[in-house]
């Protein structure tokens, strides 16, 4: 097994005792972490709001590493589609970068006319000592609108730190809005990104709960929205590792509660609208009601098919590692209610918590894994012999490199995979890619006959 020294005790295989698996730090030395950096971090989770300018001040690398980013739709404005960046270059580095900033700043903002700005400082910027604040401070004074420093210089931590300085940022908007007319039937949607229209999907169960959607934080986000996100009466947490310092600061400050749901596969979307409607039971008359028989319209629809899949699919190996350990629990379900075992699961930043509730999940002898890299990664496909890899873009290589059938289920995607609907679509999808004839023609598929396909 290719473990580092200094990686043993963040690999753990469920059955062996004790449970004491190390996470929440930097990359040791030497192994190719699949994570991405502070400054990555932020991008993903503020690039969806549609109506911001969003700009990077450093070398223009950074700025086409993370351009589109996400497949975060909009229901109207498309200006998150367009990255712009300072191009800071060897000179700017010499003589600083302040000047360049206050140009493009306000250059961008009288031509496009955004609701707001968000800057994001990359590692040179950190080096060279730019005052961002300063710079945006005065072009909010000059331009009339929000202009936001991210702290994101990607040297400075992890991707974890990249949602914390991403929080920050938004939290300098929330509370400077109208929250008048608010309803007191409100929520807010955090940590769902819109990727291929989730959000909206979401946002329909809600709706015909009898609920109104203050701000969506941050798909399909508005920055006026956000601005007034204060006076909705509950945040839902989905995407829990990059949206609950957000959270806690708004109960905090403004006394909104919160709750972790997750919208992933057929228990957990359902349970999170059953314990929505718990909250508001003495608020909405008739939600409760409302939400049984949405729930089971909805499994009316999709239960046949997805027993079929299960027939098929019925015994085989699935392995999973994905950015946030929230969506590994759900992962984790939706592949047993397909009939699959799950024997490694990890993510990239996982907290104690989270593994240990990935752990109880598990079946005895899975590999729990923290920060992995490819050569690990490799390993442990290989030795459990799994049928297919749950992951993102940078660990679709591996999959199809060691012949084995791969789901995307990254920020990257172009399909629906939250709620019911969405369940629907994953378990299409990961029948097709474990059933395909393709994987008969590779060393490993060779020895032993594919999944029949139809």
């Not at 403004?254 to 059953?274: C, H, N, T, W």
């Not at 920060?371 to 679709?396: A, T």
Request: glycine share 10%.
């Amino acid at each position: 097994m290719h473990i580092l020294e200094e990686r043993q005790r963040q690999v753990h295989r469920k059955g062996s005792e004790p449970f004491d698996l190390d996470c929440n730090k930097q990359s040791a030395a030497g192994s190719v972490s699949q994570r991405a950096c502070v400054f990555c971090g932020s991008r993903v989770v503020l690039y969806p709001i549609a109506d911001a300018l969003h700009l990077v001040h450093g070398p223009i690398g950074c700025a086409s590493y993370t351009w589109d980013i996400r497949g975060a739709l909009s229901s109207g404005p498309q200006l998150h589609r367009n990255s712009f960046c300072t191009d800071l270059k060897e000179l700017d580095v010499i003589q600083g970068g302040e000047k360049k900033l206050h140009k493009a700043l306000t250059q961008l903002i009288v031509e496009h006319q955004p609701k707001a700005a968000f800057v994001y400082s990359t590692c040179i910027v950190g080096v060279i000592g730019d005052d961002v604040e300063a710079v945006c401070r005065q072009i909010s004074a000059e331009q009339g609108i929000p202009v936001l420093p991210v702290h994101s210089e990607g040297f400075k931590g992890t991707k974890r730190d990249g949602y914390r300085a991403a929080c920050e940022a938004l939290l300098k908007l929330v509370g400077t809005g109208d929250p008048s007319g608010v309803s007191k039937a409100s929520i807010n949607i955090l940590g769902d990104f819109n990727l291929a229209g989730e959000v909206w999907m979401i946002r329909k169960y809600y709706e015909r709960m009898g609920l109104e959607v203050t701000a969506t934080i941050t798909g399909d986000g508005r920055v006026d929205d956000i601005r007034r996100a204060h006076g909705a009466a509950l945040n839902l947490v989905q995407c829990s590792g990059s949206m609950m310092h957000l959270a806690k600061v708004m109960k905090d400050r403004y006394g909104i509660p919160f709750r972790k749901v997750s919208y992933f596969g057929i228990e957990d979307m359902s349970q999170a609208l059953y314990d929505t409607a718990a909250h508001f039971a003495g608020v909405v008359p008739g939600i409760q009601e409302r939400t049984v028989e949405l729930v089971r319209g909805e499994l009316q629809y999709i239960l046949p098919e997805i027993a079929e899949y299960r027939k098929r699919l019925a015994g085989k190996k699935a392995a999973i590692y994905v950015g946030g350990a929230f969506k590994a629990f759900s992962l984790v379900r939706a592949l047993r209610h397909l009939g699959m075992d799950t024997v490694m699961v990890g993510s990239q930043t996982g907290l104690k918590e989270d593994y240990e509730e990935l752990r109880e999940l598990c079946d005895e002898g899975a590999i729990i894994v923290d920060d992995s890299n490819p050569l690990e990664l490799s390993s442990f496909l290989s030795e459990r012999q799994v049928d297919l890899f749950i992951g993102g873009v940078k660990e679709r290589p591996i999959a199809y490199k060691l012949g084995i059938g791969f789901c995307d289920h990254n920020h990257e995607r172009k399909l629906a995979l939250a709620g019911f609907e969405g369940m629907l679509n994953f378990a299409r999808e990961v029948y097709g890619t474990v059933a395909s004839p393709v994987w008969r023609l590779t060393p490993r598929g060779s020895a032993r006959e594919a999944a029949p396909c139809r």
